[in-house]
């Protein structure tokens, strides 16, 4: 029934789309992946995505992509909700990452609408319903106007929620009123993940329940999925502690569009897990580092913050 084909899935709390590390010479750093995954689980993630926009898809090619998928799954499959990014440019592309995710022991499968060609309503409808028909993995729509040109409006995203594989929509539009009508329309039909880790997103969540937060690169490490945990142990001001934290990194580090103020999402979120010694590495071209005066004020936020 497609009034509980949200309880097919135990995704909740902070899921971060989590960067890709490479290596100095381009290619996919194995053992700094290893080592990041084991940090952002020993740190409490509830779930990890990887292959988002984060994780710099756009750049890999289709082995690569197979590869992190197969080293993920291998070394996380069971401990915690593992999510694909399978955004593709065509129906085929995304039916074929979602069966190598399959084969890692992933959970789920994330997915924008193709990019670039901005596809009309009735032609994303039909992406969508290609692609699940095709797998098995259960589906999260990415809503992300940034990446993709399109910010999906309530009656298309209710038109995907009505699919039989789709479990989930990431509402990543940067109106916070898209968030609050898609999270109201359809809450009891799918899992609707993009809660900011204020106020108002704590008093949604006490009053009207609520999923979580399919956030960027976990960088602050526990206090990321803290504010989860300790909103569901009932502590509040623990909660509001950790997601003032959040607030602080969202403030400084980019804009209200989810724009990076200092150059890409993932240039700035490198440059955070470079700072505290953990495996960030560098952005692919045509993305382009962070300057050294950038580094400097983003390890000044992680001063600000504790973290360094």
């Known amino acids: 029934m497609a009034s509980i ?3 097919r899935v135990n995704w909740q709390g902070y899921l971060p789309a989590i960067t890709t590390p490479f290596s100095a010479d381009g290619g996919l750093d194995e053992a700094g992946l290893g080592r990041l ?16 926009t984060t994780g710099e898809w756009t750049s890999m090619s289709a082995a ?5 998928f197969a080293l993920t799954g291998a070394q996380m499959k069971g401990k915690l909700p593992l999510i694909a990014g ?14 190598h995710a399959a084969q890692a022991g992933f959970d789920g499968v994330l997915m ?7 596809p009309r309503a ?55 009123d898209r968030f609050v009508e898609t999270f109201f329309a359809l809450k009891d039909q799918v899992r609707v993940f993009g809660f900011p880790m204020n106020e108002i997103g704590l008093t949604m969540l006490r009053v009207h329940g609520g999923d979580g937060t399919m956030g960027a690169g976990g960088v602050l490490g526990r206090y990321q999925p803290g504010f989860y945990d300790a909103f569901w142990a009932g502590d509040l001001d623990g909660a ?28 700035i979120l490198k440059a955070a897990l470079d700072a505290q010694g953990l495996p960030g590495g560098p952005v692919r071209a045509p993305l ?21």
């Not at 399978?86 to 069966?99: K, L």
């Open 122 to 176: 009735d032609e994303i409808v039909g992406f969508y319903e290609t692609v699940a028909a095709a797998i098995d993995l259960p589906i999260c729509i990415y809503n992300w106007p940034p990446g993709t040109g399109i910010d999906m409006d309530l009656g298309l995203l209710s038109r995907l929620a009505d699919i039989d594989g789709v479990v989930a929509i990431k509402q990543s539009s940067s109106s916070f």
């Open 86 to 99: 399978c955004s593709s440019f065509t129906a085929a592309e995304s039916i074929a990452f979602a069966g």
């Open 288 to 308: 382009l580092p962070v300057s050294d005066a950038a580094r400097e004020e983003i390890a000044q936020t992680l001063r600000k913050l504790q973290i360094l």
């Open 5 to 7: 084909k949200r309880d």
């Open 37 to 52: 995954l084991e940090w952002l689980h020993s740190e409490g993630m509830h779930g990890l995505v990887l292959a988002g």
């Open 64 to 68: 690569e992509r197979a590869r992190l």
């Open 240 to 267: 509001r502690a950790c997601g003032a934290k959040d607030r602080v990194l969202m403030r400084e580090w980019y804009t209200p569009e989810l724009v990076g103020r200092f150059g890409s999402g993932p240039a």
């Open 112 to 118: 924008t609408p193709p990019p670039y060609i901005r």
